[in-house]
């Protein structure tokens, strides 16, 4: 079973900031920077690659969400990151996109 499907079940703990029926938001276990929060579909999608007509209105609620929940956090500026592929740093294969700040990110992303 998918590792976030299991969170998004609450069949293991995690720390929500935000939930309605389409998406689960929560703190990420080794956060990058002082606000770290991962946001999936609570529909399983393995990647970007599986974005379609069918699925992509979760990822459109995704982005909607995004601003309130930053603001939600305390940042009005942040990075929004989606790793496609196991070469790209994906490691959960469910579809799932890192928003990150609380200190300067600088330009470079890698």
Known sequence: MCL???IIKGNIP???VYE???ILAFKDINPVAP???LI???????????INTDNSKYVAHIFEKIPEIA???????YRVINNCGSDAGQTVMHLHFHLIGGVELGEKII
């Not at 999936?40 to 599986?50: D, F, G, W, Y």
């Open 4 to 6: 976030f499907c299991e």
């Open 14 to 16: 995690s720390t929500k």
């Open 20 to 22: 309605d029926d389409r």
């Open 35 to 37: 606000v770290h929060i």
């Open 40 to 50: 999936a579909p609570k529909e399983h999608i393995a990647s970007a690659n599986e």
């Open 71 to 77: 603001k939600a956090q305390g940042i009005e500026s």
